[in-house]
C-alpha cells in the first residue's frame, strides 16, 4: 500500500514528568529523628497524571458538504460533470458533423419546388361568343355583334380566370468535383484530430484530478499534525506555567512557551485555509461547485492501480496532444491541396420535371429536362488569398507540432527524474524526523535536568513539529509523482 506513514507530533509523554512537581516541596528542610517504621508495601507505579488542555482550535476543520467515496466515483463524475470533457467530445461531434457535410456536396442532390401566381390586374374578362362557329362579329360593339355566317346576334361571355400552379423537381449529379472529393478524406483526418484532442483533454482531467484528491489528503494530514503539535504546546504551556508558581521556572519560560503556542496556532489558521481551499479546488476539477471531502480510508494505491488499468503508457511522440498536432498538420496541408483544386473545371448533369395546370403554347402542361453544365474557372482574386492564408496554416500547425514533441519530451523526463527526487526527499525527510525527535527527546531530559534551557526545549519541539509536516508532505508528494510520471506520456480512452 501507498499510505503515508506520518507519526503524530507528540512530546506529552515526557513532559508529563513535570506534573510531579506540582507535589514537590519548594525546598528540602532537615526532618526531625523519628521512630522505625515498618517497611510498607510495594506500591503501584505512579501513572503520570493527563493535563487537561482546550483551545478553540483544536476542534477540526467541518467536513466538505459533498465527500469522495472511490476513485472511480471522481471518475464517473468527472465524464458526466466537467465541462472541459463536454466541450471535448462536442468537438468530436462537430468535427463528425462537417465530415458528413463534405460527404454531402459530392452526392446527387434533389429538390422539389412549387409556386401559385395569382394576376392582381386583369381585363374585362368578356369574349364574342356565336353560335355556330368561331366566326367574328361584324363590328365592335362592346355589347353585342353580328355572327359572319348566319348574321345571328353574338354575345358577350364573362372569361373565367384560373391561378397559375407551378411544381418543379430538380435533380444535379456532380460529374467532375475534384475538390470536393478530396475534401472528403479531409474532413475524416479532422474527425481522427478531434478524438485524439479528446483523448489528451481526459488525460489531463484526470492529472489535474489526481493532483487535486492528493491535494487534500496532504492538507488534511497536515491540518491534523498541526493540532497535534497545538495540543502538546498547550501541555508544555500549562506545565511551564506551573513551574512558575512552584518557583522552580521563571517567566521568560512561560513567555517562550506562549510564543510557541501562538505560532502552532498560526500554523493552524494556516493549514485550515489551505484544507478549505484544496477541497474547492477538488469541487472545481470534478466539474462542481461545491467543495468536496475525501475519507481517511481513500486508498491512493487503489487509485494508482485505477489509473493504470484506464490509460496506457506511451511513448512521449504516442502522447494525445502530439498525436492530435500531428494530424492538425497533416489537415492543414490537404486544406492547402484543397484550395488549388479549386482552379480546375467542375461539371455537372441536370434534369428537372415540370408540372403546371395550363399548357403553354404547343407544349403540355407538363415536361422533363435534361442538361449538363460545365464550369471553367478563369479568374476569381480571393482563391489566391485562400492559397495563401492556407500556406500560413500550414507553417503554423508545423511550428505547433514541434512544440508539443519537445513539451512531450520535457515532461516525460521531468516526471521521471520527479519520482527519483520524491524518493531521495523521501528518505531524506525520514531522516530528518528521527534526529529531531532524538534531539526534542535529550533537550527534554536535559531540561528537567537543568542543563538546558527553555529556549532550546521550545526549538527542539518546534523543529520536530515541522520535521513531521515535511515528512507527510513527502510522502504524499511520491504519490502524486508517481501519478504524474504514469500519466505523463498516457493514452486515457476510459
Known amino acids: 500500500m501507498l499510505r503515508p506513514r506520518w507519526v503524530r507530533a507528540s512530546l506529552a509523554t515526557p513532559l508529563l514528568s513535570f506534573a510531579l512537581l506540582v507535589s514537590a516541596p519548594l525546598a528540602a528542610q532537615p526532618a526531625a529523628p523519628q521512630p522505625a517504621q515498618p517497611a ?17 482550535l ?3 476543520v467541518p467536513t466538505a458538504p459533498k465527500t469522495l467515496a472511490t476513485w472511480r466515483e471522481a471518475v464517473t463524475i468527472v465524464e458526466t460533470r466537467a465541462p472541459d470533457l463536454r466541450i471535448a467530445e462536442a468537438e468530436v461531434a462537430r468535427a463528425e458533423g462537417l465530415s458528413t457535410q463534405a460527404l454531402g456536396r459530392a452526392l446527387p442532390t434533389v429538390t422539389a419546388t412549387g409556386s401559385v401566381n395569382h394576376n392582381m390586374i386583369l381585363s374585362d374578362g368578356r369574349f364574342l361568343f356565336c353560335p355556330v362557329g368561331p366566326a367574328l362579329p361584324t363590328n365592335d360593339a362592346r355589347t353585342q355583334g353580328t355572327c359572319v355566317i348566319d348574321n345571328t346576334p353574338a354575345q358577350y361571355i364573362p372569361l373565367p380566370y384560373t391561378p397559375i400552379l407551378r411544381g418543379d423537381v ?11 472529393w478530396y475534401a472528403i478524406g479531409t474532413a475524416n483526418k479532422n474527425v481522427d484530430a478531434a478524438r485524439a484532442s479528446a483523448s489528451d483533454r481526459r488525460r489531463q482531467l484526470l492529472a489535474n484530478l489526481a493532483a487535486a484528491i492528493v491535494n487534500v489528503v496532504t492538507t488534511e494530514r497536515t491540518s491534523e499534525i498541526n493540532r497535534s503539535g497545538l495540543r502538546t504546546s498547550l501541555e508544555r504551556l500549562e506545565l511551564t506555567k506551573r513551574r512558575a508558581r512552584l518557583g522552580t521556572g521563571t517567566q521568560l519560560d512561560v513567555v517562550r512557551a506562549e510564543q510557541d503556542t501562538n505560532l502552532a496556532r498560526t500554523q493552524i489558521v494556516q493549514s485550515d485555509e489551505s484544507l478549505r481551499r484544496a477541497r474547492e479546488a477538488l ?7 461545491v467543495a468536496y471531502g475525501v475519507p481517511p480510508s481513500i486508498s491512493l494505491d487503489d487509485m494508482k492501480h485505477s489509473i493504470e488499468s484506464t490509460c ?8 494525445p496532444d502530439v498525436v492530435a498536432a500531428r494530424q492538425q498538420l497533416e489537415v492543414a496541408k490537404r486544406q492547402a491541396r484543397e ?28 415536361t422533363w429536362t435534361i442538361g449538363a453544365v460545365l464550369t471553367i474557372p478563369i479568374y476569381e482574386g ?8 492556407a500556406r500560413a496554416a500550414v507553417e503554423q500547425q508545423e511550428a505547433r507540432l514541434e512544440a508539443a514533441e519537445r513539451q512531450a519530451r520535457l515532461d516525460t523526463q521531468q516526471t521521471m527524474r520527479g519520482v527519483e527526487v520524491a524518493e531521495q526527499a523521501l528518505v531524506i525527510s525520514e531522516k530528518a524526523r528521527d534526529l529531531a525527535r532524538e534531539t526534542a527527546r535529550l533537550t527534554q531530559i536535559a531540561y528537567e535536568a537543568g542543563t538546558a534551557t527553555s529556549f532550546e526545549l521550545v526549538t527542539s519541539a518546534q ?14 508528494e511520491l504519490v502524486r509523482a508517481r501519478i504524474a510520471a504514469l500519466l505523463a506520456a498516457a493514452v486515457c480512452d476510459g
Open 339 to 366: 484550395t488549388r483544386l479549386g482552379f480546375l473545371p467542375t461539371a455537372e448533369a441536370t434534369t428537372t420535371l415540370t408540372a403546371m395546370n395550363l399548357g403553354q403554347g404547343n407544349l403540355k402542361n407538363y
Open 170 to 180: 430538380t435533380a444535379r449529379v456532380p460529374i467532375l468535383s475534384l475538390r470536393n
Open 58 to 60: 483544536l476542534a477540526p
Open 40 to 56: 510498607p508495601a510495594p506500591a503501584a507505579p505512579a501513572v503520570p497524571p493527563t493535563i487537561a488542555v482546550d483551545d478553540p
Open 463 to 476: 523543529s520536530l513539529r515541522q520535521a513531521e509536516l515535511d515528512l507527510a508532505v513527502r510522502e504524499l
Open 283 to 289: 469541487g472545481l476539477a470534478l466539474g462542481e461547485n
Open 312 to 319: 496506457s503508457a506511451g511513448k512521449p511522440e504516442d502522447r
Open 382 to 389: 480571393s482563391r489566391y488569398g485562400e492559397v495563401r492564408t
